[in-house]
């Protein structure tokens, strides 16, 4: 099979020698009811880089990523099997044994849409820590500054922390959701196509964000932008109808793709 | 060139016209007498509290601590009426705010959508039950079980209606702050719990102060309910005016003052008939008040979603 993807530029992610293993997921089925959104997926999350999963509407992308921090427990009726497991801990994260909550609190979460709470800048922030009871002013004013930082708000808004969050604009929000995921020192961070709300420019933004987070955090994001994928990622999952369909180095899954799938998708022949 | 079957676009006014017009018209009819019904209750209700402020100096309505209309020598003060009121009001909204919040915090956030599904309709049936069931209930269950508490509780007091409006006005105000709750984006919920928070967390940090002004909306409509309630007050807490702020004293209400007025047979025109509408206006005042208060938080919390 050739390479056909010339419109996508090069991802400019490398990929180290030795990856370490974040998390490896094994025999991964998913059931909404009686619906199965996600079969027997088997894939690898490397530590401190970027993985994009891509793929048409519907195939399960969210779904995977909502696996990851036991998001599908709020819904009735829905139903894990196999194994996602986290390292160094080795737990299966999806088993019924393990809370939920002490996932939660490893792995943390930006949604589509920004959703700031309707508290201020400050408080926004500080929510992961507080509902992990953490009083002591010292230490929040320091970690919320620290996380602030590292979603590039701190200079924007370090006068008005205590302004509703509400109040800034959408790019803002976004990255003010995105230090609120980060207050709590996660060791994964879940993006959920993070700019499908946003202006280009806030979009560019968010995107460098997420490069530059990926040295200290590992992160999986679901984008339905190729574009997106190749600019921010080291590896990158296509899915297709709850499948995953081929994994790897996201220049090689772009420059030398697989399955007919992979290749009939990245040129936009359907999806 | 345009084809040759084209309409032509004809003036207006014909027959397709006119009966919308009619309609228009009916309907319009139709609205402004409800408006005009409401309008023509307040131009009485001032005009006659007018005859009833010439006889009556302002002052002495406000400040007097006597309300003996009736009585050889009539006294003319709002407050032990208004203190009534406003009392039985307090107590109810003691009972009312901590359960209400206890019925939509359960409903909205806990409650699996089948429990919920039938406690609602239930709570809409409650609402339906005739006050002078409250009342009764008051004055013949409620105040002997109070009396096993408080022994030298008297047969009428505050305290016993106040609890029962209380518990009256809780599934009306349950279930309006349930909808200013479940009205807060899921978005929010989602983030919370992403952030690790518990169900219980979710609620209290995020889901509340969400819906902070539309659950504060629910309690001035509650209170509002509560103040202008008639048939508990009149029936268990006493006939006598009466300035205290002691719930286990007896006392009257405005609206249990009126009661009581309206259904002796007073000379139209006397003074003591004039003093119904007098104090008509005060409550319709105070419970203008609440709701114009009640819309302001609602606006409010329009606003923010
Ligand atoms: N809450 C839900 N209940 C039932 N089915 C769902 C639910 N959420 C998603 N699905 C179904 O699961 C499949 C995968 O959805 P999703 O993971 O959201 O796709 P993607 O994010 O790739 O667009 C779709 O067929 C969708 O209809
Ligand atoms: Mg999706």
Known sequence: MSAVVTAVPFATQSVSADPKVKSRIRGLNFYYGNLQALKNIDMVVYEHAVTALIGPSGCGKSTLLRCFNRMH????????????????DDVNIVSSDIDPIEVRMRISMVFQKPNPFPKSIYENVAYGLRVRGVKARSELDGRVEAALRGAALWEEVKDRLEEPGTALSGGQQQRLCIARALATDPEIVLFDEPTSALDPIATASIEDLIISMAGSVTILIVTHNMQQAARVSSYTAFMYLGELVEYGPTTELFTRPRHQRTSDYLTGRFG | MPSAQRSLIRPRIHHRDIKERLVEAFLFICATSAVAVTTAIVVVLVY??????????????????????????ARYGILPLLCGTLLAAGVALLVAVPLGLMVALYLSEFAPVKVRESVKPFLELLEGVPTVVYGYFALLFVTPLLQNVIPDLPGFNVLSPGIVIGIMIVPYVGSVSEDAMRAVPNALREASYACGATRLQTTLRVVMPAAASGIAAAFVLGIARATGETMVVAIAAGQQPNLTLDPTEPAATITAYIVQ?????????????????????????????????????RMRFREAY
Request: glycine letters at 8%; hydrophobic letters at 50%; zero cysteines.
């Open chain 2, 261 to 297: 007025v309206a259904l002796g047979d007073l000379p139209h025109g006397s003074i003591g008939y004039q003093s119904i509408f007098a104090a008509g206006l005060v409550l319709l005042l105070i419970t203008l008040l609440f709701n114009i208060l009640a819309h302001l938080l």
């Open chain 2, 48 to 73: 006659e509290s007018a005859g009833f402020f010439e006889r009556v100096s302002i002052v002495d309505f406000l400040t007097d601590t006597m309300w003996t209309p009736l009585f050889a020598e």
């Open chain 1, 73 to 88: 427990d709020l819904t009735p009726h829905t139903r894990y099997e196999g194994e996602i497991r986290l390292y160094p």
